[in-house]
């Protein structure tokens, strides 16, 4: 099992636009969770999704939407990207939501 | 809303030594709590979560909730350990909420 793949691993884009971030999770977890890592700090929560549904939402704008489609796989949307949103991009999957296993990341670039 | 607290950027302890890395959380309720571990080019990895009670490559954490603390430790430290270590709470069953997560620890054990 190659764990949990993002794609793409690494991003540019320049302010105003959006972006779509995919993730697959480990075969078998229903439950997908994405994180934003700025660079110094710690992984901050953003969504989770669970068969299909959305369980949990951080403190971020409305700018940021997430799905799970029926293979459980997830994708991550930016709209009118900040300067700020640069950061590394988390998703974990988990069979039941505790224990998480995280994917290697998309770094996002907003220039 | 949770918080977790970890107030060394920075650890530097030599090969043998005996290492602990301070985690501390504000939450009123049970909450779950973990240590992950990122090595150099690797990705987010659990290390640790109180439930499970194990020591795992040598290291242990006991949950005091008296004082709201959750530190790592291990009693001789190995060059294999130098890595970042992030604690991490979950304050809903199934993590409904996420992870809330330290701006982590840099821990380098010399040789």
């Known amino acids: 099992d190659a764990g949990v793949t993002q794609s793409p691993t690494h991003l540019i884009k320049t302010r105003g636009q959006h972006v779509t971030l995919r993730c697959s999770p480990i075969?078998?977890?229903?439950?997908v969770s994405w994180y934003q890592q700025v660079l110094g700090q710690g992984p901050q929560f953003i969504f989770q999704?669970?068969?299909?549904?959305?369980?949990g939402r951080g403190n971020f704008p409305d700018r940021f939407s997430a799905r799970q489609f029926p293979n459980y796989s997830s994708e991550l949307n930016v709209n009118a990207l900040l300067l700020g949103d640069s950061a590394l991009y988390l998703c974990?999957?988990?069979?039941?939501?505790?224990?998480?296993?995280f994917g290697p990341g998309t770094r996002l670039t907003v220039l | 809303a949770q918080r977790v607290t970890q107030p060394e950027k920075l650890l530097s302890v030599f090969k043998g030594a005996p290492v602990e890395l301070k985690c501390n959380y504000s939450?009123?309720?049970?909450?779950?709590l973990f240590w992950y571990v990122q090595y150099s080019r690797q990705r987010l990895q659990l290390l640790l979560r109180?439930?499970s009670r194990e020591s795992i490559k040598g290291f242990t954490a006991d949950l005091n909730k008296g004082e709201t603390s959750f530190h790592l430790k291990k009693p001789f430290a190995q060059e294999e350990d130098s890595a970042m270590y992030y604690c991490?709470?979950?304050?809903?069953?199934?993590?409904?909420?996420?992870?809330?997560f330290g701006k982590g620890t840099h821990l380098i054990i010399q040789p």
């Open positions: 974990a999957s988990s069979f039941t939501g505790n224990e998480q296993f």
């Open positions: 075969s078998g977890h229903k439950s």
């Open positions: 999704y669970y068969e299909k549904e959305e369980r």
């Open positions: 939450y009123s309720g049970s909450p779950e």
């Open positions: 109180h439930i």
């Open positions: 991490a709470l979950s304050a809903y069953a199934g993590g409904a909420d996420g992870l809330t």
